[in-house]
């Protein structure tokens, strides 16, 4: 398996531009993260979604996020418009969810610059 | 909700010695703690895992023990070597409705030095 699949690696935008990032989860998991790093914030969870249901939202900052996973094999993370304050890097991770949390497969995230 | 906090913020050990980083979590209903390395550049990876039913656990240079009672659990690297130089981050899973996600410390960055 390739692991998880997140494109594009690199993503330099201007503010106000719309941001789509893009992630394939490993076949057959059942639950894909979504997580934001910055240096002063940490790795954030943003959303997740088991068996392809949004489960909790409740780390997207502001109505300018929006995710979606309309199968088991592709989620996209939607900024509009972006602001400098979004740059970071954006990891998608997948687990086989079974019982309670198990080992999260990182993908190898997206560089987002907001100029 | 869960609040996962880890120390120290930065480690610094010579190469051979052993190195610390420990977690506290708030959620008492926490039932998996899982630990991440993060290689400059890289994604987090798993390095090790333990379940609330279970104090320790071991692998070849690293392990991880679990209090409940205190809520705290500790990664340990003995013999460290330079490879170990890496940011590593604490999670807790918190025990409400069947939820898959994980809460991450703010990470340890060890440097190990030659």
């Known amino acids: 398996d390739a692991g998880v699949i997140q494109s594009p690696r690199h993503e330099v935008t201007e503010m106000g531009q719309e941001v789509t990032l893009r992630c394939k989860p490993i076949?057959?998991?059942?639950?894909l993260f979504w997580y934001r790093q910055t240096m002063m914030r940490g790795l954030e969870l943003l959303i997740y979604f088991n068996n392809n249901v949004p489960i909790d939202d409740s780390g997207m900052p502001e109505d300018r996020f929006s995710a979606k996973m309309p199968n088991a094999s592709f989620s996209t993370l939607k900024i509009q418009p972006s602001e400098p304050r979004d740059s970071a890097v954006y990891f998608c991770a997948s687990s086989l969810s079974s019982g309670g949390a198990g080992e999260q497969f990182f993908g190898p995230g997206t560089r987002l610059t907001v100029l | 909700g869960e609040n996962v906090e880890q120390h120290p913020s930065t480690l610094s050990v010579q190469e051979g010695d052993s190195a610390v980083i420990k977690c506290t979590y708030s959620?008492?209903?926490?039932?998996?703690f899982p630990w991440y390395k993060q290689e400059l550049g890289k994604r987090p990876q798993l390095i090790i895992d333990?379940?609330?039913?279970?104090g320790e656990k071991k692998d070849q240079r690293i392990a991880v023990t679990l209090n409940k009672t205190a809520k705290h659990f500790s990664l340990h690297i003995t013999e460290t070597q330079p490879e170990d130089s890496a940011v590593y981050f604490c999670?807790?899973?918190?025990?409400?409705?069947?939820?898959?996600?994980?809460?991450f410390g703010s990470g340890t960055r060890l440097l190990v030095r030659p």
């Open positions: 333990i379940r609330s039913n279970v």
């Open positions: 076949s057959g998991h059942n639950s």
């Open positions: 959620d008492s209903a926490s039932n998996y």
């Open positions: 999670a807790a899973s918190p025990r409400m409705d069947s939820s898959y996600k994980l809460i």
